[in-house]
């Protein structure tokens, strides 16, 4: 069983900037791919950016450029940077974790974090 903890989101004026973290209850290099996706209002959850344990990403057109992906193996945490913020960037963030086990691939979901890009 893997539990993912979300922080850092909150209110920031359009163009500035956030950084949420992801704790892991496990070791993340057991992980194979962490990532972030966000649910607007009335939205599907949509992903904004992955990273698998070999470090390879993979981002959104609308977070390329803007969003960085981090994992921090010491820390078990996975970071998402966030620049530039736009009022369309207003969601609530979720980290996902994929565990390879013998029996399958197994995904586990964060609470989620709020941002709120507002002037």
């Known amino acids: 069983q893997v539990q993912l903890v979300e922080s850092g989101g909150g209110l920031v004026q359009p163009g500035g900037s956030l950084r949420l973290s992801c704790a892991s209850s496990?070791?993340?290099?057991?992980?194979?791919?962490l990532g972030w996706y966000r649910q607007g209002p009335g939205n599907v959850r949509r992903p904004v950016a992955t990273?698998?344990?070999?470090?390879?990403?993979d981002y959104a057109k609308s977070a390329e450029g803007r969003f960085t992906i981090t994992r921090d193996n010491a820390k078990n945490t996975v970071n998402l940077q966030m620049n530039s913020l736009k009022p369309e960037d207003t969601a609530v963030y979720f980290c996902?974790?994929?565990?390879?086990?013998?029996?399958?691939?197994?995904?586990?979901w964060g609470q989620g974090t709020q941002v709120t890009v507002s002037s």
């Open positions: 996902k974790g994929e565990v390879n086990y013998t029996s399958g691939i197994k995904k586990y």
């Open positions: 496990v070791d993340i290099k057991s992980i194979y791919q």
């Open positions: 990273i698998r344990n070999t470090g390879g990403t």
